[in-house]
């Protein structure tokens, strides 16, 4: 498990009690990514620049940001390396 499915993780739980149902079922898709993603091997753990790592790195980008998207706040070093994969996108360099 990396440290962005971590925290996802307890950010997944400190919300869960205050959500509405809307929110809740939310919550809920985003769980079941975040179960599906746990069953991989992390980024981290792949050889760096292997074909594989780069298919784990962009699932992780995936899971953070559809986080994001209800809220949840990654640490600054996540979000540069999001930022980073953007821009990179932008201009046709990156996976």
Do not use: C, D, N, Y
Request: aromatic share 6%; hydrophobic share 40%; net charge positive.
């Amino acid at each position: 498990m990396s440290a962005t499915t971590r925290e996802i993780r307890e950010w997944l739980a400190a919300e869960w009690p205050s959500a509405g149902k809307h929110r809740r079922e939310q919550l809920l898709h985003l769980a079941e990514h975040l179960k599906h993603a746990e069953r991989h091997i992390p980024a981290g753990a792949l050889p760096v620049g292997g074909f594989q790592r780069q298919i784990a790195l962009r699932h992780e980008r995936k899971l953070a940001r559809e986080a994001m998207h209800l809220g949840f706040h990654p640490p600054e070093e996540a979000v540069k390396e999001l930022g980073l994969h953007v821009v990179g996108q932008s201009l046709g360099l990156s996976f």
